[in-house]
């Protein structure tokens, strides 16, 4: 799975690469105009499976570029888990604009990130076994 991170601390962002990379590719991301930019359809990389946002950041707002993502077609159903030590006013502010966005509180255990991969790539895989059930119906 490629995943891509978009974290402005160096140390979780090395963390959760050396942790993750065994088993996904990951892209790592400081700021957010350039994740956005490897998000857009003409952009030259392999799309994401999955995308893990802080909403602290240098050049933009974490809620901006999640509002980016959603409103974009090509990625508005790309997978997108929030990891953040932002105020809980916050967090309490993307969960009401974002409800389907779970959600991950630093400092954080790493078995919560990997409940919340595992919770958001089920989705996907479930309406991709629909459709192949459909089109083999039809």
């Excluded at 030259?44 to 959603?70: A, K, N, Q």
Aim: net charge negative.
């Amino acid at each position: 799975m490629r995943i891509g991170l978009l974290e402005d601390n160096p140390s979780i962002s090395e963390l959760l690469t050396f942790a993750l990379e065994r088993d996904h590719t990951i892209m790592a991301y400081v700021f957010g105009a350039a994740f956005l930019h490897a998000l857009h359809p003409d952009s030259e990389l392999e799309p994401f499976d999955l995308v893990i946002v802080d909403l602290g950041l240098p050049d933009m707002p974490g809620v901006e570029v999640l509002s980016r993502i959603r409103e974009t077609p090509a990625t508005r159903h790309l997978p997108i888990i929030v990891l953040t030590g932002a105020p809980r006013h916050l967090i309490a502010q993307v969960a009401s604009r974002f409800p389907d966005i779970p959600i991950v509180r630093k400092p954080f255990h790493f078995d919560d990130l990997l409940a919340a991969i595992a919770s958001v790539m089920v989705a996907p895989a479930l309406a991709d076994q629909a459709h192949q059930q459909t089109e083999a119906v039809e």
